[in-house]
């Protein structure tokens, strides 16, 4: 499995950004898909994930539900995060991420939130 990030941005708050992840293989509508990101000298910090059963169900920690939104098109093998009302602790290096037999992440795109 293949994930390409792309969307990242710099972006004043209180603005808005939406990332893409393009991801390969066959099987992605069974995948979960999820958004992390990292700023340098932290922990990866989970942000968004979707589920295939369940409905399809959402999660999101404190730190942005409300404000970011995950979505998946499966026809077209993208997941996707809306990111409403950012702020400058927002600014980070969001990765994509699923896991199948392993775990598989994109090489980042950076978001810069200025104040």
């Known amino acids: 499995v293949q994930l390409v990030e792309s969307g990242g941005g710099l972006v004043p708050a209180g603005g808005s950004l939406r990332l893409s992840c393009a991801a390969s293989g066959r099987s992605f509508s069974s995948y979960t898909m999820a958004w992390f990101r990292q700023v340098p000298g932290k922990e990866r910090e989970f942000v968004a994930h979707t589920r295939t059963w369940r409905g399809g169900s959402t999660y999101y920690p404190d730190s942005v539900k409300g404000r970011f939104t995950i979505s998946r098109d499966n026809a077209k093998n993208t997941v996707s995060l809306q990111m409403n009302s950012l702020k400058p602790e927002d600014t980070a290096v969001y990765y994509c991420?699923?896991?199948?037999?392993?775990?598989?992440w994109g090489l980042g795109t950076l978001v810069t939130v200025s104040s």
């Open positions: 991420f699923t896991v199948t037999t392993r775990p598989y």
